[in-house]
């Protein structure tokens, strides 16, 4: 049986209530963006206490933030793993020995405050990592067409092509874009390669469209033969579009 008063003196700011026999809610002053109190509860597993949410706390990220993609899924994974606790069909847990109540509890807190703003954290790790997603992806997905990486097809060594398939009537060309200054730079490739008659059809990957400025969003437009919205969007659909301009 969990010695709750003994908890409550080697923790300070701390009460709990009885759910169901055996099962404690903690009530500690975090909160959620909403004002609510966090859902933390605690329960007797074998000789150790376990700290969870009951699963409460991605059913409430859930009515702002959708785990739809296997990115979100990898991100909300990351944060929970790196934070010694475990996911169980949405119950995120930390098992801890008693004598450990105490940093067990501050340990999960900081757990359940990453996953509850996970659509900043997932924003930020796909801006950072962008180009490491799109590669990976890029790599892996079109191997077998002999995709070549970090292609110069002028004398010009500035104008650089992401990824080339050239198993194709033309040349696919594909370009990775993350801000103005990359769709400025895939613009400006295109149009020599076109005034060089270089035969390719140029592929633009966003890494979000619509965060470009109105005049780079035009000039791409303009200029490329396909774009996908968003990496998300050319994992779906690229693949299908790349083998159809094979065929």
Known sequence: MIDLEGLKRNFGRIDFREKR???????????YEDGDMYDIFIEEVGTKIRISDRGLTLMKLSYSFDLDT???????ENI??????????GNIYLDVIPSQFTGGIYQYIQTISKVSTIDIISKEIMKSYFFDFFTEFVSSAFEKYHVQSNIIPTQNSDLIVDFVIPESKKPLYIFGVNDDSKASKAVISCLTFQTQNLPFRS?????DFNKLSQFNRNQITNTADKQFTSLEDFKSQGSLYIEREIA
């Open 21 to 31: 026999p055996g099962l404690y809610k903690v009530i500690i002053p975090y909160f």
């Open 80 to 89: 929970i793993f790196q934070n010694r606790c475990k996911i169980e069909t």
């Open 70 to 76: 296997q990115h979100k899924k990898e991100v909300l």
């Open 203 to 207: 592929i633009i990957v966003h890494e």
